[in-house]
């Protein structure tokens, strides 16, 4: 078949209605179950303009929280670029990427409330993260639940 135009036919459905047609056509639970992906990508994940070097960060960040986080069942969980900050790394001081975690749960996606993970997980996140991406100097964990605020942060 030849399309004129984009066909979505599911684009008016809410995140838990795709889970629920995704339940209904038998699909694995590794499918119905995931976490939602950012419909316009990981560019929703770093506040203001959007460069290769936020881009490679994110990724890496939010492999590392999703790593971290899974076993604890979110609906969500990413990292996020905020902008820059001070800190140390080694005996310097460093001017570098803030990366902010977040991780929700929710029934619908119209609200959510903050998972309240363990003290040792989000200390070995924020470890992982400023160890193994030279460039982030911070790491913050987003308390915020949705209203007033939004899953994402763009």
Partial sequence: MEFRCLVEPLRDLYKDEVREVARAL??????????????????????GE???EELEIVRKANAIVEEEVMRFCPWQAFAAIL??????KGDNRVYGWVVAVRSVS????????????????????????????????????DLTPKPPGTIEFE
């Fill in 26 to 47: 038998g699909l694995p639970q590794e499918i119905s179950e995931r976490m939602p992906y950012p419909g316009p990508g990981l560019a929703v994940r770093i506040v």
């Fill in 106 to 141: 929710s029934r619908d996606a119209m609200t959510a409330d903050v998972m309240e993970l363990p003290w040792d997980v989000l200390r070995r996140i924020s470890s992982r993260i400023t160890g193994e991406i030279p460039s982030v100097a911070r790491v913050v964990y």
């Fill in 83 to 88: 902008g820059k900050a001070t800190g140390v």
């Fill in 50 to 52: 959007v460069t290769r």
